[in-house]
């Protein structure tokens, strides 16, 4: 039974990391390659506090509350560079983190921190949690992408020059996106804390930035329900297809390419296709 | 004589930097595409250089070979990734690329081993001492001047020939030279050639100076090379050439005096970023 | 009809018979990357603790019962380690674990194993953390700073080299050696005049090759794996620059001397195997993992293999007894593997001598040994 709950709790925190990738990539049009540096914020806030004694439900605030901070640099760096630029500087960003984090001692450096508690909930109660806060915050995306917000994002993410044009505040907007993103990225990265209960400056790097941004195409860029159904399945992937062992990485290499080519608009897509292909036959 | 070594080693490495990056900026001149896939070319060059060198000892066929076999892969990941995709949103043709970049690096490790393959006859080995004990090996001297060979005939093309003329046409407007006649798909298709020609050259360099290939040596150019173009100035090929030496020079100073504090891919991007602080559209972009 | 009923009763009775007799596999749990950058480390070892695990059975297994290596790809991720581990406990039902991967996957997966009861042997990856996890945890290899400081005696005291220069990778391994080396340099009279650090991921070393000359030492300690140490003697040699280098385990295969070629001959490197051992073990490891995988051995297979073996003695000396009798039969070990006699201390860090090996004419050889053991003590906490 600890086998699934692991991996359902893996597979929340997952959903978490992407949703918070969504809003700012997906709602809002700012494409970033360097997502994980938020969570590696966000876990490594929550690692150093508990191992300094912290209860874990305080280290979740200051996760987030330290990650939005960063997210909120990057989020003004973003009104400086646009598009590609944009992408590369986030790429930029997460080499910088990673490579500052493995030089600080107080950090654990090469050999990361270890050691940390197991959750004072339980197994179970853990995966609760970490599955009411996936939930919450899908809950919370649908809602404001329905919202007037959302609405102003999905302009943003359409035409900025436009949006501008139109007297909507772009850099606020933006803002905005960033540090909700990034902050939730960084209550996710105390969740993988509590969860793996080892970090270390090779768990949050440039490949896991690049696998959280998969998730979000391969769901549906902007879907709230596809991101999380990408998640779900991509985080597990590796330990589903241990069959396959040696041609693990060959085999999601080759999906995620042929998503590409085939289904572009992610399972969002081929779900709301699928769905019009029933409406049109009854 | 310390910092002149530490300079050329830093434009031996910004030549190796330009040959792979020249590659990028060509096709997202081109087609506004991030062709992360680029990387496994440079590795495929490092392959097939070992390999054909060690089978027929003439490391000149082996690169040669190396550098005409990959041109036209770079064709055929073309046609297999990027033309399909190219009315969807730029990001797609990204996540495929790096898709392929990822599944390349395995398919590397399944046929040729994880351990990597080495030269049986190292070629190149030994160095100069030129005046006051500068040491240059004989590999770096042959990168350096490789690298500047191929850029000049790359220009003459560019400049001169019908061919590289119409390839000049149709990256600056491509609308305006299919009224002049101009085959863009022919364009295309020599674009991707010769950029991941440079990409084997630049493979089989690598190899050459490190004697070893591995499945996963494209993975510090998949990333290295985009943050060269942008910080070049996407699709300004002068720029590329600057920031591939820029990022060169810094690493091999950067490295040795503070190496203590950020790696190399840190310091190469903090670098990035500051620069990008200053000038949005990098240092030749245009406004 | 009654006959032919009869008969096949008689067969399927037989056959029940035949099946309840066939021996209970013992599993054993074996996590090692065969994915990703450390695929190699990863499926030499995997070759070592199935030879190992093959010796075993054709032996006569455990008491009769054949020991079957439950293998899984952690790709040396923790993220991935942690979830093997659950699945080989609860999936599997291991009796006892491997690990064949590098120090984050290994110390995320202690965890589990020692909250679980589950015996978990760490056949060389470097983290200190590892044993600190618990009791259940044992380590078959030298932990880095141990290594790190029998190379500064090596280099100060029995090679009279006193102006070093320090070359680290930056990774656990890397800085858990050089910080080892420079805990006690200044007992040996070791002057280090250069520190230079470089990534995994680095192949090209003209920078620091042309500082290092301008260094002018008497010895290099670099610290790297076969694939980052290779190209970088090579440069040294290539560069001109004839001082010694000294190496450690991770240089220990042969495909350093073929990347580096002739400019391997006299690297120096402390490590666990010692090829030109006599002892039986070692040799009989060598020529059957030779002959079974078809390239030369390397330490990261000798560890695994020993680590097998190690778990195989407690196996059968605690008989089929639970798993907190195997925790203390692996305690008590005192077994002579290929990689050199194995105990543990209390916390589970093993205690041996270190071997130093030499490249001469394209092969590892024997150098010499270091028996200190109060240098070599290893961490007790």
Do not use: K, S, Y
């Given at each position: 039974m600890a086998y699934e709950i692991t991996l359902i709790t893996t597979m929340a925190i997952s959903i978490l990391f992407a949703l918070s990738l969504n809003f700012i990539t997906g709602f809002c049009g700012q494409i970033s390659l360097g997502h994980a540096a938020f969570m590696g914020v966000g876990a490594y806030t929550s690692a150093v506090m508990i191992k300094a004694g912290c209860p874990f439900l305080l280290t979740i605030p200051f996760a987030g509350t330290f990650a939005g901070l960063l997210g909120v640099l990057v989020g003004f760096a973003s009104l400086r560079v646009r598009h590609d630029f944009l992408a590369i500087t986030t790429m930029g960003v997460v080499f910088l983190f990673v490579g500052l984090v493995r030089q600080q001692e107080f950090l654990g450096g090469e050999i990361g921190i270890s050691g940390i508690r197991g959750s004072p909930f339980g197994r179970i109660g853990f995966m609760c949690i970490c599955l009411g806060l996936a939930a919450g915050f899908a809950m919370f995306s649908l809602a404001i992408k329905r919202s007037w917000m959302g609405y102003v994002f999905a302009s943003i993410a359409d035409n900025e020059d436009i949006s501008r044009v139109l007297g909507i505040d772009v850099s606020k907007y933006k803002l905005i996106a960033f540090v909700v993103g990034t902050s939730t990225a960084g209550i996710a990265g105390a969740l993988y804390t509590q969860h793996f209960r080892f970090v270390g400056p090779d768990s949050f790097g440039f490949v896991e930035s690049i696998t959280v941004l998969a998730m979000v195409i391969v769901g549906g860029i902007g879907s709230v329900w596809g991101v999380a159904v990408a998640a779900a399945f991509l985080s597990v992937m590796p330990l589903l297809f241990q069959f396959v062992n040696d041609f693990k990485i060959l085999v999601y290499g080759a999906l995620l390419f042929c998503m590409m080519r085939w289904a572009p608009d992610g399972f969002a897509g081929i779900i709301s296709r699928w769905i019009k292909r029933l409406r049109s036959t009854s | 004589m310390l910092y002149l070594e530490l300079f050329f080693q830093g434009i031996v490495q910004g030549s190796i930097y330009a040959l792979i990056a020249l590659g990028l900026t060509l096709v997202y001149g081109l087609l506004?595409?991030?062709?992360?896939?680029h990387a496994a070319l440079f590795t495929l060059g490092g392959y097939l250089g070992v390999i054909v060198t060690n089978a027929t000892g003439s490391f000149l066929l082996a690169t040669a070979v190396a550098m005409i076999v990959v041109g036209f892969v770079g064709i055929a990941v073309y046609k297999l990734a990027y033309e399909p995709l190219l009315s969807k949103p730029p990001f797609i043709s990204l996540i495929a690329s790096i898709a392929l970049f990822i599944a390349s690096e395995e398919i590397f490790r399944i046929i040729f081993g994880p351990y990597g393959l080495s030269y049986t006859n190292p070629p190149m080995q030994g160095y100069f001492e030129l005046f006051g004990g500068f040491f240059l090996k004989y590999g770096e001297a042959l990168v350096i001047v490789l690298s500047v060979v191929m850029l000049v005939i790359l220009g003459w093309f560019a400049a001169t020939t019908r061919l590289g003329v119409s390839w000049r046409a149709t990256v600056t407007d491509p609308d305006m030279a299919r009224a002049f006649g101009i085959n863009t798909q022919n364009v295309r298709y020599m674009n991707f050639f010769i950029g991941s020609a440079l990409a084997a050259a630049a493979g089989v360099l690598v190899a050459m100076l490190n004697n070893l290939v591995e499945p996963s040596m494209g993975s510090v150019a998949s990333y290295k090379a985009l943050a060269i173009i942008v910080l070049g100035g996407l699709g300004s090929i002068r720029g590329t050439l600057i920031a591939a030496m820029a990022i060169g020079i810094i690493e091999s100073f950067g490295t040795i005096y503070i190496g203590h504090l950020l790696d190399r891919d840190a310091l190469a991007f903090a670098f990035l970023i500051v620069v990008l602080m200053i000038r949005p559209q990098g240092l030749l972009g245009a406004k | 009809m009654k006959i032919k009923s009869k008969l096949m009763m008689a067969t399927v009775c037989l056959a029940s018979i035949a099946s309840s007799s066939i021996a209970d596999n013992i599993k054993v749990g074996f996590n090692v990357?065969?994915?990703?950058?450390a695929a190699a480390d990863g499926t030499s070892a995997l070759n070592g603790a199935e030879l190992a695990v093959e010796q075993i059975n054709s032996a006569g297994g455990i008491n009769g019962d054949i020991i079957e290596l439950v293998v899984y790809d952690d790709q040396a991720s923790p993220k991935e380690s942690v979830p093997i581990a659950q699945k080989l406990i609860e999936s599997d039902n291991v009796v006892a674990a491997v690990s064949g991967s590098y120090s984050g996957a290994t110390r995320a997966a202690a965890g589990i194993f020692q909250e679980s009861g589950v015996p978990y042997i760490s056949a060389y990856a470097i983290h200190p953390d590892i044993t600190r996890a618990g009791d259940y945890v044992f380590r078959t290899s030298f932990v880095g700073e141990v290594q790190g400081r029998a190379g500064a005696k090596l280099a100060g005291?029995?090679?009279?080299?006193k102006k070093a220069v320090v070359v680290t990778l930056q990774n656990d391994f890397g800085k858990s050696l050089v910080a080892g080396f420079k805990e006690v340099s200044a007992n040996y009279g070791i002057d280090i005049v250069g520190e230079y650090e470089y990534s995994i991921k680095d192949r090209q070393f003209g920078p620091i090759v042309s500082k290092i000359r301008a260094d002018n030492p008497d010895v290099i300690y670099a610290t790297g794996y076969f694939f980052t140490a290779g190209p970088l003697v090579s440069q040294l040699r290539a560069a001109g620059i004839t001082t010694t280098i000294i190496g450690q385990e991770g240089y220990d295969s042969q495909k350093f001397i073929d990347i580096a070629g002739t400019a391997a001959e006299g690297t120096i490197i402390t490590t666990s195997l010692d090829r030109d051992s006599t002892a039986v073990e070692t040799q009989d490891f060598i020529t059957a993992f030779e002959a079974k995988s078809g390239n030369k051995t390397d330490m990261v297979a000798a560890s695994a293999h020993t680590a097998i073996k190690v778990l195989a003695a407690a196996l059968q000396s605690s008989g089929d007894a639970d798993r907190a009798a195997l925790r203390d039969a692996i305690a008590g070990t005192q077994l002579t593997a290929s990689t050199g006699d194995i105990s543990f201390n209390d916390l589970g860090e093993v205690q041996k001598s270190v071997q130093v090996q030499v490249v001469k004419d394209g092969q590892w050889h024997h150098h010499s040994v270091i028996h200190d053991a109060a240098l070599l003590a290893p961490p007790t906490e």
């Open positions: - | 506004r595409i991030l062709h992360v896939a | 990357p065969l994915t990703g950058f005291e029995m090679l009279g080299l």
